[in-house]
């Protein structure tokens, strides 16, 4: 992006202000809020209802830096009801029950029952969301929650039930502009400097359509300025400040995915060290834990899978642990897993297995189950044939019996191939014991 946008200086020089910059240009109405037309542009639903004054529960679904909490506090002035706030990570059952005993004191005299705002909350336990639907059911507040985490993974059924799901999106290119040309121009102190902004792509770029990380890379930039200089902005002046604010941890774009990258690769490499480390880097730039936790689950089936079937029951239980117990005790449960993971054998035979399988069945191949493999309920299916010559299993010796499992024209198609590790070595002397097929491979 070339088009160079200048903002001269119009008041006189102030301080730099203790408030951060996002929290000094967070919007206090609809009309100010940028982004996610589709929920309050004009006509959307959401706007629909917070203009009709009858607003239900509902719950925001989207990534960081969207507005989820900022559209959370709007809709309560907006309808001017009582708004409580709680964060699912530092909030139990005892926060919920104080809020709703004054929720109910204040019922009589209110419009509306109160907003009750829940920052995180996938991170709720189910005894603390089964607390909170009673309070839903009867109408003693009506609940906003905020999730990164698809919800109806992570919220317990009946809540989700008394819960619409609005669906929020990164900020685009013309939003982030607005978001941009509104600080520069409406701040109480960055409209004191002499700021030119020559080039835009990285600060966009960087900010991966979180309006707050855009917000506080521009800060940074703009402090790393003598405070009576001019200020001149581009990609490299962008880039080099952000390296020397390391802090910075770009969640959602480039070095997000290029620091998982290479998490995931130092534990399929079998290296602990390195794997902890990315690991750390993450966690000290604010990733959620229950992301690395989860593709810890994902490497435990995909890379290690066979060679140590206990990896994915470990990665597994790590995820449950982060979820229960969350950060900063949660660092030390997500480091066993990574060395763990990291220091196994290796094998992907069964995701190889399954990608083999998919790519026959997605070029077209839609064979008919053998007659002998049907299930038979009914008399007439029993009289088609339907389950004739079926040999059970157990009713031999060493439970195996030859008989075809694949349909016609598949027989002797191999999709599993064990691989070379001792666990996997076994289980292909046996399947060479009963199947002569993996004899052939050989």
Known sequence: MSETSIFAQTAPLQSAPTIPLPERMRPNSLAEFVGQEHLVGPGAVLRKMIESGNISSFILWGPPGVGKTTLAHIVSRELHRDFYTLSAISSGVKDLREVFARAKDKSIFAKGSPILFIDEIHRFSKSQQDALLGAVETGTV??????????????????????QVFVMKSLEMADLEILLNRALSEDIYLKT???????????????GGDARKLLNILEIVINSFPPEAPVLIDDSVVADRLQENISIYDKNGEMHYDIISAFIKSMRGSDPNGAVYWMARMLAGGEDPLFIARRMVILAAED??????????????????????????????????????????????????????????????????????RNAPTKLMKDLGYHEGYRYAH?????????????????????????????????RSRMERLWPKYKEEK
């Open 142 to 163: 009506t609940l906003i929650g905020a999730t990164t985490e698809n919800p109806s993974f992570e919220v317990i059924t009946p809540l989700l039930s008394r819960c």
């Open 193 to 207: 400097r002499k700021i030119e902004v020559r080039e835009k792509t990285a600060l966009f770029r960087f900010s």
């Open 304 to 373: 290690i899978g066979l060679a140590n079937p206990n990896a994915l029951l470990l990665a597994q239980s790590t995820y449950d642990a982060v979820h229960k117990i969350g950060m900063p005790e949660a660092r030390i449960v997500l480091s066993e897993c990574a060395i763990y993971l990291a220091t196994c054998a290796k094998s992907n035979s069964a995701y190889m297995a399954v990608d083999s399988a998919l790519s026959l069945v997605e070029k077209g191949d839609n064979s008919p189950v053998p007659l002998h493999l």
């Open 395 to 427: 009713d031999y010796a060493g439970n195996f019996t030859d008989q075809e499992f694949l349909p016609e024209g598949l027989s002797g198609t191999v999709f599993y191939h064990p691989g070379n590790n001792p666990k996997e070595n076994e289980i």
